[in-house]
């Protein structure tokens, strides 16, 4: 049973920078890539970034891009979100989420390509 638990969210001016921490329960957490996804009101959910199970692969949306780093630290099992240069359409509730494959190489950014989510963390950007 894998239980994911989001923080770190909160408000911050435009510009400034949050780091979003995600951690996991259980002994499988390093088999499993892991991923970021958020949600504003009235949108869809979107895939932000993705890391894949030993580390070695990342993927990114073009709207973070050279703005927010997803790294993981498997001996404490949890995954991190750095976030800098926030713009207020950044402004989420944040979930992380477990791949459903392991060992996956790669990095997914669809919705359904995975199984366990947290409970999301709030981040709100003024400008």
């Known amino acids: 049973q894998v239980q994911l638990v989001e923080s770190g969210g909160g408000l911050v001016q435009a510009g400034g920078s949050l780091r979003l921490s995600c951690a996991a329960s259980?002994?499988?957490?390093?088999?499993?890539?892991m991923g970021w996804f958020r949600q504003a009101p009235g949108k869809e959910r979107e895939f932000v970034a993705a890391?894949?199970?030993?580390?070695?692969?990342?993927n990114y949306a073009d709207s973070v891009k050279g703005r927010f780093t997803i790294s993981r630290d498997n001996a404490k099992n949890t995954v991190y979100l750095q976030m800098n240069r926030l713009k207020s359409e950044d402004t989420a509730i944040y979930y992380c989420?477990?791949?459903?494959?392991?060992?996956?190489?790669?990095?997914?950014?669809?919705?359904?390509?995975?199984?366990?989510w947290g409970q999301g963390t709030q981040v709100t950007v003024s400008s």
């Open positions: 890391i894949s199970w030993g580390g070695g692969g990342t």
């Open positions: 989420a477990a791949d459903r494959t392991l060992y996956y190489d790669g990095a997914h950014s669809q919705p359904h390509e995975y199984g366990t």
């Open positions: 259980g002994r499988t957490f390093r088999r499993y890539g």
